[in-house]
């Protein structure tokens, strides 16, 4: 297996592409008419180029754009239909726009599948991949920063590929290291990333879970963890421990101060040791400027970090993510607010069955037990049964909130539920008893 990604056939932009410094006008007009193009979501949405093509949306009669997840809605939104329609791979709030005007496709399922479906044999083979990429390091190669792991798979799908040259961009080591000859068009704009800043305080409930799920971490695992106010405070809650690593689908800025604790050694990960390892980066100039030429971070494709041979491999194994709610069988939905979509499944199934299935693994769902200022519980009987649930709940090995800790392992339908009631808000404990 070669570790850096960068022999995996599904996942290697071709090389012998132009490299060609050009103006921003002139690679919008390397762009067809009727083309399918993928543009990076996340800190590395590329917000120049974005605006042009807003600007210039009467270039073309119609672009249907490919995305993973958006921060913020993209410029071109404001052209639903014509030109602009979407086809997101992990939904989010950045959408709705597109999603009223019936500009709209959901292609939402689990991170390790993005590639497939964008590549020429997928249901959605994109013709141009617009990427956002650093300014060349001393061996003349551009890095893909802070998103790697999507980006990287469209630019072996896409027959065009430009890339937004941004010295804001941190320079990641890893799969996403690539020659000037793997891109087609370069254009030079520069502009500060978007940022996900995390909470300000913290609660009381949030460091009790941060603490809760500390305790069922073993010294030497290799933790995926998610981002938000949870995981940072499940992060803190790690500072006392020994020889973890991290192996995650994204990292942020809870892991610079885990990273300067000590806790954080990597020795045990058997592709990179002493490496963090992720697909991509989100938050805040903090974690940027972390992992900018960062000599102990490794940013992959995604046959590395969600891969199930990969993760397989992963000395005690242990996902933590949170959730919108759990129901007593353990199920967790991570994409709905009633109606409302607010994410895709992501990196979620991925991670909860490569936990489920190690032997010294584990996958727990860490949440505040209510939410909307304590009126809505966030540990329900049944999930709605319209919807599949994001992770099973017999993937699910442990559900934590700051009531408690339902272990779930090896336990029978109605001692799971019993133990799923005990750490829900005692007000509704009898309604979620109620036969």
Not at 7 to 20: I, L, N, S
Not at 269 to 274: K, N, R, S, T, V
Not at 395 to 402: F, K, Y
């Amino acid at each position: 297996m070669d570790p850096t990604g960068l022999h995996d056939p599904g996942g290697v932009p071709p090389a012998g592409r132009a490299g060609r410094p050009v103006s921003a006008s002139a690679a919008l007009d390397a762009i067809e008419d009727g083309s399918r193009v993928f543009v990076s979501g996340g800190a590395a949405a590329p917000i120049v180029l974005d605006r042009l093509m807003a600007e210039q949306a009467d270039r073309w009669t119609g672009i249907e754009l490919v995305c993973d997840r958006l921060l913020e809605p993209l410029a071109v939104f404001d052209h639903p239909g014509r030109p602009f329609r979407l086809v997101s791979l992990q939904p989010s709030p950045a959408v709705d726009g597109m999603r009223s005007a019936g500009a709209y496709r959901s292609a939402a399922g689990p991170f390790s599948g993005f590639g497939g479906l964008i590549s020429p044999a997928g249901p959605y083979p994109v013709d141009v991949a617009v990427v956002h990429v650093s300014p060349p390091g001393p061996d003349g190669r551009h890095s893909l920063g802070v998103s790697v792991a999507t980006p990287l798979a469209a630019m072996a799908a896409a027959s065009l590929v430009i890339a937004q040259v941004n010295p804001r961009m941190p320079y990641t080591f890893g799969s996403g290291e690539l020659a000037a000859d793997r891109f087609d068009l370069l254009v030079d704009a520069e502009h500060e990333l978007l940022e996900t800043p995390g909470p300000t305080q913290r609660d009381a409930a949030m460091t009790t879970i941060g603490g809760e799920v500390a305790g069922l971490i073993p010294d030497g695992a290799t933790l995926q963890i998610g981002i938000g106010a949870v995981a940072d405070a499940v992060l803190d809650g790690l500072r006392n421990h020994t020889d973890l690593s991290v192996h995650s689908g994204m990292i942020s800025d809870g892991i610079v101060a885990l990273a300067g604790s000590g806790a954080l050694t990597g020795s045990s990960h058997p592709l990179f040791p002493g490496k963090i390892v992720a697909g991509l980066i989100g938050g805040t100039r903090t974690v940027f400027d972390f992992v900018d030429r960062n000599p102990a971070v490794r940013i992959v494709a995604a046959t590395i970090s969600h891969g199930a041979a990969v993760l397989a491999a992963l000395p005690r194994f242990t996902a933590i993510n949170s959730a919108v709610e759990v129901d007593l069988t353990g199920a967790a939905n991570g994409e709905f607010i009633g109606s409302r979509v607010i994410s895709g499944p992501g990196g979620a199934p991925d991670y909860a069955a490569a936990a489920a299935a190690h032997q010294d693994g584990r996958y727990i769902v860490a949440l505040p037990a209510t939410a909307g200022g304590r009126r809505l519980s966030r540990i329900v009987r049944r999930l709605d049964p319209a919807r599949p649930p994001t992770v099973p709940g017999t993937h699910v090995g442990a559900v934590v909130t700051e009531h408690g800790t339902a272990l779930l392992d090896g336990r029978s339908a109605a001692a799971r539920a019993t133990a799923l009631i005990d750490i829900a808000e005692p007000d509704v404990r009898r309604t979620l008893s109620a036969t």
